[in-house]
């Protein structure tokens, strides 16, 4: 895994400034590729590369990678999974065509992406299971081919402007280029507010863009054609119908999984998985342990106190499995004496981001190059609370014939005084309830009245969220599989994964996410609802993995990575918050008032004003601040 960055177009000013830019660019993200660095070029086309070694260490894996004749340049952020069983088939000649076997040069997974690209052209990507962002440009059509992994794993930024392209890993690579507008998007903001991130294809920078998952981009500077596609569905297999009984079904899933997780034990650096003890990380452990012949090492971050300690559920796995298990301690200090590091890692703004940070740095200081982790399993087999809270409205269609429903809802809403209650109001005020048309509102951070009060320009928050519910349509018999779509394409690809990638790089260490094999995707979300969720969140997936995981796991509260926020934002972090609170209420696009009248109700306990609420708005400042961004 490494990182890119690269200039294309026409309109480079002979090079002058390209050169500088591409330089700056590939330094700005020397953290995500320690190994080595690269820098490639021609009259129209700048790559830059650098690499964090994890298959064959050796320097014919450098990038940007060149093919054997010298016509196409190749620069790529990931893993191909199944790299050795596509260099099998592409040494081979291709039956019925003209396809002649092609002879590797090195045993990368690079040039087989390349070999494939000569051999399928565009259509590669379709071959492809792996997590990767990658370009090829070709020397003699001036041409760059650009491909996304098909669950958004690996990040891609771009800016397309004047004919020009830019793109990089990272969007403070893009900044430091100097080749683009550092203008803050006043409807992200909008957004990110509401939802603690900026969805793709938007980020919170005016002008650039992320490109959204199993998509691709095709330029050609010679006649400026820019086309984005895509190349893979997911939403499609939401509608399939797996005619298996509810044995066949967990059987294929337990096949799916243990195959994804095997795939992704080859490296040739030392590797390991995070461990919190829960259903999801325990399982990857315990598949690891049974395709693998080495000793699997594991790490768990714990805690002094044992409210936000999970520290004895994983030691209940390691002692099954017989792993090398790491435990490594921290205390409120430790994780505030790196806060600090964590946020300057921030690429995007994310309030969730350090938590990633602290537990990606442990493992690294461990020797660790390359973990696993438990990411996805909520999201397929319905492990979250907004999976009960949709089958819950799904049966209160009776509160659409109530005359006069929002009324009830504002005094619920007054007479609870929490957030809850808030949204239950505005649930009410819909003009059809059910779990999808409420779904934007279960996700949002602030009401609508704090919302509003916030910011100076009012923008449609969810339009976003809105469009996702609409073209994801399933049948009746797969309305989970529905909750899944909305899942991955907001809160799994946009923060979670975003958070993952840039906190785990941040600190070079890669991160693989069996989960999210697309082939246990694809048959996940074919499974009805009767068989995921009859009675309990994540039945199916404990049913899958039969007598694999003891039942202290399978039937222990769920706690999620939680820290004492609260208490430190009033405490530990109040000059830091307070600063950045002052700081961003002074901002042109933000109501002074409302901003500081937020800091103030948290201070002085409002229920409706929780941590995540100020933090998000701290972060956000602190993120601005930092790259000296327009507003």
């Not at 790299?83 to 002879?103: A, H």
């Not at 440009?137 to 990040?155: S, Y």
Request: glycine share 4%.
């Amino acid at each position: 895994m490494c990182g890119i960055a690269g200039i294309v177009g026409l309109n480079l000013n002979n090079g002058i400034k390209a050169d500088s830019a591409i330089q700056k660019m590939t330094d700005d993200i020397a953290h995500r590729g320690p190994n080595s660095q690269g820098i490639w070029h021609d009259d129209n086309c700048y790559l830059g590369h650098r690499r964090l070694s994890i298959i064959d260490l050796s320097e014919a894996g450098n990038q940007p990678f060149v093919s054997q004749d010298g016509r196409y340049i190749m620069v790529y952020n990931g893993e191909l999974y199944n790299y050795k069983d596509l260099k099998f088939s592409l040494q081979r000649s291709e039956f019925g065509t003209s396809q002649l076997p092609y002879f590797f040069k090195t045993n990368t997974d690079t040039e087989v992406i390349l070999a494939s690209y000569l051999r399928w052209g565009k259509e590669c990507v379709n071959y492809f299971n792996g997590m990767f962002a990658f370009a090829i440009w070709d020397t003699k059509e001036q041409q760059l081919f650009i491909a996304r992994d098909r669950m958004g794993i690996k990040p891609l930024y771009y800016q397309f402007k004047n004919n020009t392209l830019l793109f990089a890993s990272e969007i403070r690579a893009l900044l430091k280029s100097d080749l683009i507008e550092k203008k803050l998007n006043q409807k992200s903001v909008a957004e990110y507010i509401q939802y603690t991130t900026v969805h793709a294809p938007n980020t919170i920078l005016q002008d650039v863009n992320m490109l959204l998952p199993a998509h691709t981009i095709e330029f050609n500077t010679q006649t400026n054609a820019f086309n984005i596609s895509s190349y893979w569905n997911i939403a499609k297999f939401a509608k399939s119908k797996e005619e298996l009984t509810y044995k066949e079904t967990t059987e294929k899933v337990n096949e799916l999984l243990t195959q994804a997780v095997e795939r992704r034990l080859v490296a040739d650096v030392p590797f390991g998985t995070f461990l919190s003890g829960g259903i999801d990380s325990s399982a990857i452990v315990g598949l690891m342990s049974k395709v693998s012949t080495d000793k699997i090492q594991t790490f768990n971050i714990s805690f002094d106190e044992s409210e936000f300690s999970e520290a004895k559920y994983a030691q209940v796995i390691a002692k099954k499995f017989n792993t090398q298990h790491h435990e490594i301690k921290l205390s409120p200090d430790d994780f505030l004496k790196q806060l600090p590091e964590a946020l300057n890692a921030i690429d995007h703004p994310s309030g969730d981001g350090p938590n990633s940070y602290i537990v990606s740095k442990a493992t690294k200081n461990a020797g660790i190059t390359m973990a696993l982790s438990g990411l996805g399993g909520d999201e397929l087999f319905a492990g979250y609370d907004i999976f009960k809270r949709f089958i819950e409205l799904e049966k209160k269609a009776w509160l659409n014939a109530i005359p006069a429903k929002s009324i009830a809802g504002k005094l619920l809403a007054a007479k609870k005084k929490s957030i809850q209650g808030d949204k239950t109001s505005e649930i009410l005020n819909l003009d059809t309830i059910n779990g999808f048309t409420a779904y934007p509102t279960n996700r949002k951070l602030f009401n609508q009245s704090d919302y509003k009060s916030l910011l100076k320009k009012q923008y449609n928050d969810s339009a976003f969220i809105q469009q996702i519910i609409k073209n994801c349509e399933t049948d009746k018999t797969h309305k989970l599989s529905r909750v899944s779509l909305f899942e991955i394409k907001t809160y799994m690809q946009n923060i979670l994964l975003r958070d993952a990638d840039q906190m785990s790089m941040a600190v070079a260490l890669e991160v693989r996410v069996p989960f999210l094999d697309y082939k246990l995707v694809e048959f996940a979300l074919s499974i009805k609802d009767d068989y995921k969720y009859p009675h309990t969140s994540k039945k199916l997936l404990v049913d899958a993995l039969g007598d694999l995981l003891p039942s202290e796991i399978v039937n222990r509260p769920k706690m999620g990575f939680v820290l004492p926020w609260k208490n430190w934002l009033k405490d530990d972090l109040k000059e830091f918050c307070e600063e950045n609170i002052a700081q961003l209420s002074k901002l042109s696009f933000v109501n002074r008032d409302a901003v500081l009248l937020v800091w103030n109700r948290f201070l002085n306990n409002d229920p409706k004003i929780t941590w995540s609420r100020v933090w998000h708005l701290v972060v956000l400042n602190n993120w601005i601040k930092t790259n000296h961004i327009e507003c």
